[in-house]
């Protein structure tokens, strides 16, 4: 088995060393994808993070959620506590940069909402069925999802997905429902 740890390091190295123009185009594949999942189509409230550079690009999922008329919650992360809440975020508000570096909502107790018909989860690596994750090692959306369970769809380049578990699994790791694979 290899570590988590390692499986991090290999995969961020490997997204830092995607081409732009590569990275643009699978991530036009994948909003279309995401853009006709009846899952997506369906959910009033929507929570994914505001990604980071190396990271799949939400803005434009955020952008659509917008025009479709669903509201979009933001995580918001305590490091105290290693727990998050989701915030509901409106065009135009304002975000500030968590200890890691991740833009969040800030703290309005009146926007939580952590019962959300969909999060689309974050991750490094996926197997393809079921679906198990590594994230970037937190543990936040584990302990999330653990307590609001809600529908759950994860975005993937290529060789962000593998063939079978290779990593150990503990009680608090949580399934992906979905998981939607650019199509190199």
């Given at each position: 088995?290899?570590?988590?740890k390692a499986?991090r390091?290999k995969?961020?190295?490997?997204?830092?060393?995607?081409?732009?123009?590569?990275?643009?185009?699978?991530?036009?594949d994948l909003?279309q994808?995401l853009?006709?999942?009846?899952?997506?189509?369906s959910?009033?409230?929507?929570g994914?993070?505001?990604?980071?550079?190396?990271e799949?690009?939400?803005?434009p999922?955020?952008?659509?959620?917008?025009?479709?008329?669903?509201?979009?919650?933001?995580?918001?992360?305590?490091?105290?506590?290693?727990?998050?809440?989701?915030?509901?975020?409106d065009?135009?508000?304002?975000?500030?940069?968590?200890?890691?570096?991740?833009?969040?909502?800030l703290a309005d107790?009146?926007k939580?909402?952590?019962?959300?018909?969909?999060?689309?989860?974050?991750?490094?690596?996926f197997?393809?069925?079921?679906?198990?994750?590594i994230?970037?090692?937190?543990?936040?959306y584990?302990?999330?999802?653990?307590?609001?369970?809600?529908?759950?769809?994860s975005?993937?380049?290529?060789f962000?997905?593998?063939a079978e578990?290779?990593?150990?699994?503990?009680?608090?790791?949580?399934?992906v429902?979905?998981?939607?694979?650019?199509k190199?």
């Amino acid at each position: 088995m290899t570590s988590k740890k390692a499986i991090r390091l290999k995969q961020i190295n490997q997204l830092k060393q995607v081409a732009a123009q590569t990275k643009l185009a699978w991530e036009q594949d994948l909003y279309q994808q995401l853009w006709q999942d009846p899952v997506f189509d369906s959910a009033e409230t929507i929570g994914l993070t505001y990604s980071g550079a190396i990271e799949v690009n939400t803005l434009p999922i955020i952008e659509r959620a917008f025009e479709l008329g669903k509201e979009v919650y933001l995580p918001r992360t305590d490091p105290t506590t290693h727990k998050m809440n989701f915030i509901r975020y409106d065009e135009g508000d304002q975000l500030e940069k968590s200890d890691f570096g991740i833009r969040e909502p800030l703290a309005d107790p009146s926007k939580i909402e952590n019962y959300l018909d969909l999060i689309i989860v974050p991750g490094l690596l996926f197997t393809k069925y079921p679906h198990w994750r590594i994230g970037f090692g937190g543990g936040y959306y584990d302990r999330f999802l653990s307590t609001y369970p809600a529908a759950t769809i994860s975005l993937a380049f290529p060789f962000m997905v593998c063939a079978e578990l290779d990593w150990e699994t503990f009680i608090y790791d949580r399934l992906v429902d979905h998981v939607i694979v650019e199509k190199a």
